[in-house]
């Protein structure tokens, strides 16, 4: 049946789809424990986000929010994580900003600082690698990760190419 989804153009609709997605990218990578241990790489925190280089991404028309990526913040670690600055921003003008890692290979995500309006960054206290689930409050990270860095047609693998999709989301992603 996930042949026929992917082969067919049709894009993850529903928690049921994404998980199917979700599997075929990840498969059973996460439960194999006879591989060499994952280690994540020491990263610093980018510079505040400038203006000129918020980059819009598109997450479907579930929310009224504006979000967007510094394509500067945007690298592809030794680890394999794609780490960015995101942007969220409300109809009345709230602003949130964060950094964070998205790991294509578990289809998990950290968050690991929270932007202050002084520039500086204020380390966040859950720190840890969460699954990215497809709902109306964690969207934005289902779209990065199905439509952007980690599609099931393949996968960025340097910070070139995921800052490359970034504009118009990764061309091998499945089409809507």
Request: charge should be neutral.
């Amino acid at each position: 049946m996930l042949l026929f989804v992917l082969s067919s153009g049709a894009r993850a609709a529903g928690p049921e789809d994404y998980e199917l997605l979700r599997k075929s990218i990840v498969g059973d990578r996460a439960d194999n424990f006879d591989e060499k241990p994952w280690v994540e790489i020491q990263h610093q925190l980018p510079p505040a986000p400038d203006l000129k280089h918020l980059i819009s991404i598109d997450v479907g028309a579930l929310s009224d929010n504006t979000f967007m990526i510094d394509e500067q913040s945007v690298t592809f670690g030794a680890d394999e994580v794609v780490r960015y600055t995101l942007v969220v921003t409300s109809p009345g003008g709230a602003r949130n900003v964060s950094y964070e890692g998205m790991r294509c290979a578990t289809a998990e995500r950290r968050l690991y600082a929270f932007g202050r309006p002084d520039g500086s960054w204020a380390k966040a206290r859950n720190s840890q690698w969460v699954k990215i689930s497809e709902n109306s409050l964690n969207r934005h990270h289902a779209a990065l990760f199905r439509d952007y860095f980690c599609s099931a047609g393949g996968t960025v693998s340097d910070t070139e190419g995921a800052r490359r999709v970034l504009p118009k989301g990764n061309p091998a992603a499945v089409v809507r």
